[in-house]
């Protein structure tokens, strides 16, 4: 078993940033590829980033490249997520996520274990 416990959310006005952090705990975190992933209202859960158990072969939504950055600190057993140039549609409930892989995957059904949620609000 994996905890996942996502902090760092709230909210803010567009073109801010703000960093999730993703503190996991149970299991060697470094055993386990990870994913952020977020949902608005109405909308399905989306991918978002992923990040390979080494730290290697990130991954990014479309939507997000060039302005979001994953990265882990295996040593903390966290997992972050730098998101820069925060735009109104970024507002949603985001998810930590963790599969025992050496990769990430950016279907939600590939993964095992996932945090609470936490809030993030952009304001235009």
């Known amino acids: 078993q994996v905890q996942l416990v996502e902090s760092g959310g709230g909210l803010v006005q567009a073109g801010d940033s703000l960093r999730l952090s993703c503190a996991a705990s149970?299991?060697?975190?470094?055993?386990?590829?990870a994913g952020w992933f977020r949902q608005a209202p109405g909308k399905e859960r989306e991918f978002v980033a992923g990040?390979?158990?080494?730290?290697?072969?990130?991954t990014y939504a479309d939507s997000v490249k060039g302005r979001f950055t994953i990265s882990r600190d295996n040593a903390k057993a966290t997992v972050y997520l730098q998101m820069n140039s925060l735009k109104p549609e970024d507002t949603a409930i985001y998810y930590c996520?963790?599969?025992?892989?050496?990769?990430?995957?950016?279907?939600?059904?590939?993964?095992?274990?996932w945090g609470q949620g936490i809030q993030v609000t952009v304001s235009s």
């Open positions: 996520a963790a599969r025992p892989s050496p990769l990430s995957d950016p279907r939600a059904s590939m993964y095992d274990y």
């Open positions: 149970g299991r060697t975190f470094s055993r386990y590829a």
């Open positions: 990040i390979s158990r080494s730290g290697a072969s990130p």
